[in-house]
């Protein structure tokens, strides 16, 4: 069983900064893909960024320019960078790996960002 604990997340001014961390308890990146998900309320979660393990990443047309998925392999963590937020990223962002091969698929808990003056 893998645990991702994410944090980071807060109350933060529209065109502010976060940087979100999911550390995870096993190093799985070099197998897993690791993504970010956000749920807004009355919303589906959906996807913000992708990180494959071989590196390669992807990104939701709502946050490309905006966001940078990375991983440090030594820490075991994944990162979410953002700038320039808006009030529509306001949102839980849950961090996610994934192993469609070993049928493996975990969540952490998710943690919370709100963009508001």
């Known amino acids: 069983q893998v645990q991702l604990v994410e944090s980071g997340g807060g109350l933060v001014q529209p065109g502010g900064s976060l940087r979100l961390s999911c550390a995870a308890s096993t190093n799985i990146f070099s197998i897993y893909a690791m993504g970010w998900y956000r749920q807004a309320p009355g919303n589906q979660r959906e996807v913000v960024a992708v990180i494959t393990s071989r590196g390669s990443t992807n990104y939701a047309d709502s946050v490309k320019g905006r966001a940078t998925i990375s991983r440090d392999n030594t820490k075991k963590t994944v990162y979410l960078q953002m700038d320039s937020l808006k009030p529509e990223d306001t949102a839980v962002y849950f961090c996610?790996?994934?192993?469609?091969?070993?049928?493996?698929?975990?969540w952490g808990q998710g943690t919370q960002v709100t963009v508001s003056s």
């Open positions: 996610n790996g994934r192993n469609d091969l070993l049928k493996q698929d975990y």
